[in-house]
């Protein structure tokens, strides 16, 4: 148990000898770095972790093919594949089913690609439209005038003993384009 | 009588003994400011710091009943505003708050930058005070998703859609936004978590730092012409001004906060009973595409940018232009931080003052008006002025139901009657000849869908007919420049 020198000391050997106070402040950083990772890491984690979780789209039944008549496009809606009890009415997503002919489908998602907005199908002038700063497209899908960037996004269609499937789940944006 | 003032100033010196209240008071409300900075000019600080205060009191009330739950918080937010005792007037006051809370920290950075108070020493003043904007902002936007009816999930919807333009991790950026891979109830729950912890909280802690900075750095004296700030030079003559004009914050330069503090709380309650809270409006539910989303008031101003920058640059500047309005603001105290003051003398500031508040005006005017978006109802429910309908042939005629019933209306008016996206119908005849007419509904072209796949040629022929006859009385029809000679074509 040797003491510290009680006067100042120009001598360069005890300097650099740990004490217990020293030694003591050190493990005390020490042992909260890890403290702190132990929390700090999963918090991180537990935030990021959608940011990490890669897509999946998922197979879904908008109906039976003869729900939809030949040559029109009408409203339709299905069941989010991952849903949580407590979704409510967001559960629900909507789309827009254009029957071509017998199994030949488009299937649009409802958002405009320029903002999102929900677009509007017209049935006499074959366009749908947006309500919020005026995108066009035509029964295809394709621009047709105003700012959207591209198309209206289409779900990747399935048609299977009579029954019309969706690979969806996945809103779509820019960055996700196939739904 | 002496005796009990005696006994009560005993009390109170022992008090302030152990608390250290008049040490305190010294260092804090009773810090000496200058005179002249008790000015009608510097109370809009307070008041935004007192809008922060109403919004988390009555925030807290709120959350006492709201469910931040998708299938419930619309139930809850009705149950608020039409049963719960006095919940309409919280509503009101939160939201009115907060609109409140906006304008008048606008008004507060305005006078801050108009009067230099960002310039030597006060850098970190002006930093914090950029951060609080963006803070308050971000719980304006988290604020209106609490508000959760179809404009909060729409609003969301255009959220997605801004993520989404970010290259490399835009999907990954959406997917945490909206903790999941679409709008569903992890993403009311994690906006919530934003609104009423994360935000707040950190703008206590900004704040905190921001008014520091104000008791070590001093407010801002009242800036006289000619009197140029130098790193050199300003300390010495901020507490030479202290020393001739000093007065302590409390009492003596409080009063017109304490006005305007009133003013506002007025001005707040006043808009809640008079205007009451908004919304909610529709519910949440995305099937219900009969919508129109608009954001709130704050807000407009991106929306019509949104709509009337070209193309091309959207997701530069819708990305691009946050990063560089950032950078501007961070640097500006750095690149502008000494010389004059006053606004007098500052021609630029006054007209970069001027500048931005008559966008943000307009750009405004425009966002709530929305000229550019269809009319979606214009084509069944908007009627057709008697006068361009009497005296038109059947062919005309006939064109005209076909501009009806093939929702040309939704985007072209007909003498104001209509969607505004396009252009009025009323004098076209007078500006189109008629080959140009036939063109541009067929081929369609400067932002109007090309019609010829959805017209018969008898279709466009009467539509054509009837284009050519609206013109104003007495005015003739357009005719070809390249054929001079040609009568015009009826």
Known sequence: MNEEPTKPCACEASPKKTSRRDFLLAAGFGLNAIAGALIGIPLVGYVVSSFFKPNKLSQILLGPVEDFPEGKTRFASYKNPMPREWDGQTADIPCWVRRIKGNEFQVFAINCTHLGCPVRWFEESKLFMCPCHGGAFYEDGSHAAGPPPRGLYTYEVKVENGKLFIMGGVIPNLSNQNV | ?490
């Open chain 2, 1 to 490: 009588m002496n005796k009990l003032i005696d006994a009560a100033r005993g009390v109170f010196l022992w008090v302030d003994d152990r608390l250290h209240i008049s040490k305190l008071y010294e260092s804090t409300a009773g810090h000496h400011v200058p005179q002249s900075s008790g000015s009608w000019f510097y109370v809009f600080g307070s008041a935004t710091l007192l809008c922060f205060m109403i919004q988390v009191a009555t925030g807290i009330m709120l959350a006492m009943v709201y469910v931040p739950s998708a299938a419930e918080a619309y139930t809850t937010l009705e149950y608020l505003t039409f049963h719960q005792y006095l919940g309409w007037f919280l509503r009101g006051v939160h939201y009115w708050g907060s609109n409140f809370m906006v304008g008048i920290m606008l008004l507060h950075m305005t006078q801050v930058f108009l009067f230099g108070a960002y310039k030597y020493p006060r850098e970190i003043t002006w930093i914090t005070g950029v951060v609080l904007m963006v803070l308050t902002l971000g719980l304006a936007f988290t604020g209106q998703v609490m508000r959760f009816d179809e404009d909060a999930y729409w609003g969301l919807g255009i959220g997605v859609a801004i993520m989404g333009r970010v290259p490399f991790i835009g999907e990954q950026l959406v997917n945490m936004m909206l903790g999941g891979p679409i709008i569903a109830s992890d993403t009311l729950s994690r906006f919530f978590a934003l609104h009423v912890f994360v935000l707040p909280g950190g703008i206590l802690a900004l704040v905190s730092i921001h008014l520091r900075m104000v008791l070590t750095k001093g407010i801002n004296e009242y800036p006289q012409p000619g009197m140029l700030v130098r790193r050199e030079t300003y300390d010495k003559e901020y507490a030479a001004i202290l020393k001739k004009e000093g007065v302590p914050f409390f009492p003596k330069a409080i009063s017109k906060d304490l006005v305007a503090a009133a003013i506002v709380i007025f001005g707040i309650v006043a808009c809640a009973c008079l205007f009451g809270p908004k919304g909610p409006f529709g519910p949440p539910d995305p099937v219900q595409i009969d919508t129109l989303p608009r954001p709130d008031f704050y807000f407009l101003w991106i929306f019509a940018i949104a709509a009337l920058m070209p193309d091309w640059m959207e997701s530069v500047a819708l990305l691009g232009g946050p990063v560089i309005i950032g950078i501007i603001l961070f640097a500006l105290p750095f690149f502008n931080g000494t010389g004059e003051k006053s606004w007098r003398r500052r021609p630029v500031a006054v007209m970069t003052v001027i500048l931005t508040y008559l966008s943000l005006g307009l750009l405004t005017y425009l966002g709530h008006t929305s000229p550019w978006s269809p009319d979606m109802n214009a084509w069944k429910a908007d009627p057709t002025p008697k006068s361009f309908i009497e005296g038109r042939s059947p062919l005309e005629l006939q064109g005209s139901l076909v501009i009806q019933s093939m929702q040309c209306r939704n985007c072209h008016a007909i003498d104001g009657i209509g969607g505004q996206r396009g252009p009025d119908l009323a004098d076209v005849g007078a500006r189109l000849t008629k080959d140009q007419l036939v063109r541009q509904v067929i081929q369609g072209g400067g932002n109007m869908p090309a019609y010829g796949n959805n017209l018969s040629p008898d279709q466009v022929d009467a539509v054509v007919a009837y284009m050519v006859s609206l013109r104003t009385p007495g005015v003739a029809a357009a005719r070809d420049s390249s054929q001079p000679g040609r009568p015009p074509m009826e």
